[in-house]
């Protein structure tokens, strides 16, 4: 069961990046999704989380209106978009996915059960 983050890269303040996230097996399609992100220093913080059908996603206030999660359960994946990056958007990201979905619970790092291996977004001024 992995989780392959992919996606980050250097980019200057104001632009892009999307992040993707495959699942090794079909069944996490039916798992909730989460990506997180550390900065140096700093512990891991939630950024965002997509429920199982998609039809629900949640955002930390720090990206909210600038970044947006996605998924294709088709191809075992889910995205995120990030727009309008910032210097301290600057961090490793990681996704994760976890075995049940409590919308009131889906910014809690103990609510996942599989990580990703992060993946660096620097952003630079």
């Known amino acids: 069961v992995q989780l392959q983050a992919s996606g980050g890269g250097l980019v200057q303040a104001g632009g892009s990046l999307r992040l993707s996230c495959a699942a090794s097996?079909?069944?996490?399609?039916?798992?909730?999704k989460g990506w997180f992100r550390q900065a140096p220093g700093k512990e891991r913080e939630f950024v965002s989380a997509?429920?199982?059908?998609?039809?629900?996603?949640f955002y930390a206030d720090s990206v909210k209106g600038r970044f947006t999660i996605s998924r294709d359960n088709a191809k075992n994946t889910v995205y995120l978009q990030m727009n309008t990056l910032k210097p301290e958007d600057t961090a490793v990201y990681y996704c994760?996915?976890?075995?049940?979905?409590?919308?009131?619970?889906?910014?809690?790092?103990?609510?996942?059960?599989?990580w990703g291996q992060g993946t660096q977004v620097t952003v630079s001024s």
């Open positions: 097996e079909r069944t996490f399609s039916s798992y909730p």
């Open positions: 997509i429920s199982p059908s998609g039809g629900s996603t």
């Open positions: 994760a996915a976890g075995r049940s979905y409590i919308s009131n619970r889906v910014a809690s790092e103990g609510r996942y059960s599989y």
